[in-house]
């Protein structure tokens, strides 16, 4: 299955114009009433004007390069919808991997419905209420230090050497150097230390309760002498202090960084859970309940998770009965290519080839003759293998060059002097393997890409073709002239 949401906008822009339908009197073909009329009737079911007007207007805002008129529009969104037919004819929809995909995408938008503001807000409040308990009645604390770290295993000489390295900096504030300039410069703390040594914001219980201790009764501005802890010596400034803010305030910041761990999805997996226990439903089946309730009341959600629906079952039978057998039909994208050979001529020469790059000439001659008489696709592997496969000796670029793209190439294939071109000194020898192609592509292979892409615009349209014929498809002209203009 297609791992990213397929909208009708991906597809209907890419469907064939097909046949006029047909296009009964208004009369009779207004099933909804005049406030909301059908459209048109595909394989017996009905499209009203606003499911019409929903994908017309999301698929033709101002900045859309190939805008369509609404009646251009009919004729790819039949064409789009009898696909989706076909889809659920097959059964495409009862198809495991579909169902979990779509339920994806559907759930994508469901679930953040589910999450009430009342819910939302009792997650912060709680969140700010802990924080309060935390502070334990005291305030926040911006403390900075100069570190020296000291090792448990420390020896005696070494334990002397880092306490006589921390007076030497203490001493040094004392005589009025900067705290933060020393810290830069002397601290074991590198992290703090491109700070000028702020730890950042603290309350009770994040440091080690010596230094948690010591800055609780500092005065801001204080700079203790050193003080030794379990990890080392510290040099401790209290930078500032401040109680918490109001929760008004903080109320921004607690809601952002709790949406970053998953705020919403966890009040939506609670709300689930609690619905399923009281209607004694599966969270699967909550979400289906749930979809259908929203969308009854949100016609842009309906139609949005309709086309979530109709646009991967629309993927699905495209992939399966024309993409994919028309692009591994290689008898049918040759006979397709002779028959089309001059649609793919071209208006300057090229070479269908490899560029070598190599060590030296002999390296150079020994790639050629290896590759020569082999199938092109089998050059980039043996390659790899024969030549590349301890160290670089070749380097190697396989396509098709247009005269003009490459100095290299046309120098070698054309014989035109670009001037100075440049060549590698690790690489100075030179050269190519392949054919020269002056008026098009001797073999289908040699546009694939192309002749891929237009074999299966063929196959779709014929696809269209049979399936116009086997559903009905009735518009009602009258109705559609109606379309954003009531």
């Known amino acids: ?42 394989n017996g079911k009905d499209v009203t004007r606003s499911e019409f007007e929903y994908n017309y207007n999301k698929n033709n805002t101002d900045g859309v390069i190939d805008k369509k008129s609404v009646e251009e529009y009919v004729e790819l969104f039949v064409n789009y919808k009898l696909k989706v037919e076909a889809a659920l004819d097959a059964h495409y929809d009862t198809l495991s991997s579909y169902q979990q995909e779509f339920r994806t995408y559907r759930d994508q938008q469901i679930r953040p419905l589910l999450v009430g503001p009342a819910a939302e807000e009792q997650e912060v409040r709680n969140y700010y209420n802990q924080m309060l308990d935390q502070l334990e009645g005291k305030e926040l604390l911006l403390p900075a230090h100069i570190f020296v770290h000291v090792t448990q295993q420390a020896t005696p000489e070494q334990q002397a050497a880092a306490k006589a390295r921390i007076d030497s900096i203490y001493a040094r504030l004392q005589a009025g150097e900067d705290f933060a300039e020393l810290a830069k410069n002397t601290s074991d703390d590198k992290g703090t230390a491109q700070r ?172 050629q003759r290896t590759l020569k008489g082999k199938d092109e696709d089998q050059w980039a592997g043996i390659v790899k293998t024969q030549f590349n496969k301890d160290s670089v000796q070749v380097r190697f670029e396989r396509r098709i060059f247009a005269q003009g793209e490459s100095a290299l ?37 040699d546009v694939s890409a192309q002749v891929v892409t237009d074999y299966q615009a063929v196959k779709e349209r014929e696809f269209v073709e049979e399936l116009r014929r086997r559903y009905p498809v009735e518009v009602y002209e009258e109705a559609i002239k109606t379309v954003n203009k009531h």
């Open 409 to 445: 190439v046309d120098s070698l294939a054309f014989g035109v002097k670009a001037g100075k071109t440049r060549i590698s000194a690790k690489y100075p020898a030179v050269g190519l393997i392949g054919r020269k192609l002056k008026k098009g592509p001797q073999r289908w292979t």
């Open 1 to 42: 299955m297609k791992k990213l949401p397929v909208l009708i906008s991906t597809f209907l822009m890419a469907a064939t114009l097909m046949a006029k339908v047909t296009a009964p009197s208004l009369e009779g073909g207004l099933g909804e009433g005049p406030e909301d009329p059908v459209v048109m009737r595909i």
């Open 196 to 367: 000028g040594g702020t730890i950042s914001w603290i309350g009770p219980k994040q440091l080690l309760k010596e230094i948690e201790d010591a800055l609780y009764a500092m005065q801001v501005g204080e700079v203790r002498e050193p003080l030794l802890s379990t990890v080392g010596w510290h040099i401790l400034k209290l930078t500032d202090k401040k109680p918490l803010e109001p929760y008004d305030t903080l109320r921004p910041r607690i809601l952002q960084f709790l949406e970053t761990r998953g705020l919403k999805d966890r009040i939506a997996d609670t709300a689930i859970d609690s619905l399923a226990k009281q209607t004694g439903k599966t969270a699967e089946e909550v979400m289906d309940a749930e979809a259908e309730r929203l969308a009854a009341q949100d016609s842009d959600l309906k139609y949005l998770i309709q086309e979530y629906h109709d646009g991967l079952l629309f993927y699905e039978i495209c992939q399966r009965q024309v993409w994919e057998p028309a692009a591994k039909d290689t008898l049918a994208l040759e006979q397709y290519f002779k028959k089309n050979k001059k649609a793919y001529a071209f208006d300057k020469p090229h070479y269908a080839g490899a560029l070598l790059q190599a060590i030296n000439p002999d390296v150079l001659k020994e790639v």
